[in-house]
Nanobody, 124 residues
Framework: QVQLVESGGGLVQAGGSLRLSCSAS????????MGWFRQAPGTARECVAA????????NYADSVKGRFTISRDNAKNTMYLQMDSLKPEDTAVYYC?????????????????WGQGTQVTVSS
């Protein structure tokens, strides 16, 4: 089992940057595929990026390709999401999640463990 805690959210102007962190407890963090999801009011939760256990394979949603970068540091049990060129439509609660699947899946149903979320607000 793994417990996840997100941090780094906040208010930023359009065009700005934020870096989210996801800290994991437990010694098995390195065995999980990890993902960043977001959910805006009235919308379904979507995966914006996923990364396999080694960090070598990543998978991005088209809406964030070229702007967001997912990474992980297994020695620190931490995953990151660097968000650049932010847009108002990126406003959402961002969640990190862990999956036992070995591919960089972006399917919500394949994620077993979730953090509590952190709010990101991008003003125009």
């Amino acid at each position: 089992q793994v417990q996840l805690v997100e941090s780094g959210g906040g208010l930023v102007q359009a065009g700005g940057s934020l870096r989210l962190s996801c800290s994991a407890s437990g010694h098995t963090f390195s065995s999980y595929t990890m993902g960043w999801f977001r959910q805006a009011p009235g919308t379904a939760r979507e995966c914006v990026a996923a990364i396999i256990w080694s960090g070598y394979v990543r998978n991005y949603a088209d809406s964030v390709k070229g702007r967001f970068t997912i990474s992980r540091d297994n020695a620190k049990n931490t995953m990151y999401l660097q968000m650049d060129s932010l847009k108002p439509e990126d406003t959402a609660v961002y969640y990190c999640a862990a999956s036992s699947v070995r591919t960089p899946t972006r399917s919500l149903s394949e994620y077993n463990y979730w953090g509590q979320g952190t709010q990101v607000t991008v003003s125009s």
